[in-house]
């Protein structure tokens, strides 16, 4: 280039607005969560989504954003919550921890993926056409949980071989998931010969009143692994211990607050994974090309402080089989 032709390029770029050279950067998606519960009993999730997602070499503010929607274990708000992050263009909506919010994230949008972790079938809930094939735009991670119903009855019954009669705390409001942990325990007590009693509750505040007197009637809790219970998993123990039940959940940290068993897959780790899933569809899979993936790991804890509390022995079989005893 010439002097002459140099020195008229530089003036006219000189003249030229900064916003000219310094393009705006494109802002990093968004990733919506749409929570059931609330945030206090959200936040081990949330975690173990970022978990995934960093693993998976995300960082957030450069990768992502997050937009959080809380019902607040009120299921009606969780469709306007969904159309809200599908209004705020979300990448991904997370579902997690119950099917309402899968389903009302479903509801919202064909086309914006969708990443759940919840315990209930997801075939049977109708969120995905098969495990190897979701179809549309809906995938993620299935805890189980609530298959584990005859599992949970037969721990309760190798530790107290003459009980007669098991209590279910559950949320009247469960909807779906409830159903199924009705059905799957009924039918594993039946086999066995145990009477079922189920104790409704909607609201946290009625937790007490419910288990009040319970003791007198069941011999062992199972408590529903509902984000109802989640901020309220230590009240729910020292209410099990005051009535001597033993109980077990599958509740996130249910023994080491106190309860005497927890059994079930790993929500934490389902969540890990779901952040995995998010982070591969960011970067350009298709939720429809991704299987349905089952929860692989399995925890056993048992807190033999709460069996001296209560005055229950636990069988050498059961120490020797728990991932954790806590004692």
């Not at 070499?57 to 997050?66: I, L, Q, R, W």
């Not at 549309?136 to 190798?158: D, F, R």
């Not at 159903?179 to 946290?204: C, D, H, M, W, Y």
């Amino acid at each position: 280039m010439r002097r002459r032709e140099f020195l008229s390029f530089a003036s006219c770029a000189a003249a030229w607005p900064l916003s000219a050279w310094a393009q705006p950067s494109p802002r990093p998606p968004v990733i919506g969560f749409l929570m059931s519960g609330t945030s206090q009993g959200s936040t081990a999730y949330i975690a173990a989504v970022r978990r995934g997602l960093d693993e998976s070499g995300m960082v957030e503010g450069k990768d992502f954003t997050n937009e959080f929607r809380w019902a607040n274990n009120d299921a009606d708000r969780l469709p306007a919550l969904a159309a809200d992050l599908v209004r705020r263009r979300a990448a991904v909506i997370v579902a997690l921890t119950t099917s309402p919010a899968v389903r009302a994230a479903k509801a919202a949008t064909t086309q914006i993926p969708i990443v759940f972790a919840t315990g209930v079938d997801p075939v049977q809930s109708g969120f995905v056409t098969s495990l190897n094939r979701p179809g549309g735009n809906v995938t993620g991670i299935s805890g189980m949980n609530l298959e584990l119903g005859s599992k949970w009855v037969a721990l309760l019954h190798e530790l107290l071989p003459t009980a007669k009669r098991l209590a279910v705390l559950v949320n009247f409001e469960g909807g779906e998931s409830a159903r199924l942990l009705i059905s799957g325990t009924q039918a594993a007590t039946l086999a066995i010969g145990l009477q079922l009693e189920f104790v409704f509750v909607s609201k946290a505040d009625e937790i007490d009143a419910a288990l009040a007197g319970l003791g007198s009637r069941a011999q062992a809790l199972i408590v529903h692994p509902d984000t109802l219970f989640v901020p309220h998993v230590a009240k729910i123990a020292a209410l099990a211990i005051r009535e001597k039940l033993p109980a077990l959940s599958t509740l996130p940290d249910f023994a080491k607050a106190g309860g005497m068993m927890s059994y079930g897959s790993s929500f934490i780790d389902a969540h890990r994974q779901a952040g995995i899933y998010v982070a591969r569809i960011l970067r350009g899979e298709k939720p429809n090309e991704l299987p349905v993936q089952q929860a692989s790991k399995f925890n056993f804890v048992i807190n033999l402080k709460t069996t001296k509390a209560i005055g229950i022995d636990i069988p050498p079989t059961q120490l020797a089989r728990a991932d954790e005893v806590i004692e």
